[in-house]
């Protein structure tokens, strides 16, 4: 059978993005900076990707250093939070727990930048502020919303969401996770 093209529709909706700030001395991300520190040391080749910054980690690094273990908890405890107040939706009551399948350190320098992309099929993306410079790049979601970063900042989106960095000025240091529903079954 050979399959037709699609037809498609577009939809105007709104999609929360999730902020919070926490302390940048929070031992979460005192221990993912390490982290980051450790595998480039252990793995000093850049990851190829639309992250173009001085350094970017494999994408299963809370696999391979146990230091991103307490940050991916920390996020996926916060987006149940955001879930179950923005949607009244409690995840673990539906058979459901959130899993990071990815999650990568980057560091950004000056003119890094990131190519716009979506994380689909993510349910949830998350970027970690660990170390930002005054002044560094926004992060642009639909190319239009813009979230300037400061140290210690978790931003949770839908993984679906298109999002870019345009060139940076200065350094940031960063960790991504993608979360995915995974049955409890």
């Known amino acids: ?29 005192v221990q993912a900076r390490e982290a980051v520190h450790e595998l480039q040391l252990s793995h000093p080749e850049p990851l190829q990707s639309n992250v173009k910054g001085e350094y970017t980690s494999p994408w299963k690094s809370h696999l391979l250093n146990a230091k991103l ?23 673990r009551k539906l058979n459901f727990r ?4 990815d999650c990568w350190g980057a560091i950004y320098g000056n003119k890094g930048h990131t190519i716009a992309h979506t994380h689909f099929p993510a349910d949830f993306s998350c970027v970690v502020y660990l170390d ?5 790049a926004p992060l642009i979601f ?30 940031r240091t960063v960790v991504a996770l993608n979360m995915f529903k995974v049955a409890n079954f």
């Open 1 to 29: 059978m050979q399959i037709p093209d699609p037809t498609q529709f577009e939809v105007s909706t709104k999609l929360p993005i999730f902020g919070y700030q926490l302390s940048p001395l929070a031992p979460e991300l």
């Open 69 to 91: 273990q307490p940050l991916c908890q920390l996020v996926i405890g916060l987006t149940e939070h955001a879930a179950k107040h923005h949607w009244n939706t409690d995840i």
């Open 98 to 101: 959130l899993e990071v399948l």
């Open 132 to 136: 930002t410079d005054d002044g560094c």
């Open 142 to 171: 639909e190319n239009q919303i813009k979230v300037s970063p400061m140290s210690g900042m978790i931003v949770i989106f839908p993984g679906m969401l298109l999002h870019h960095v345009p060139e940076n000025q200065g350094q």
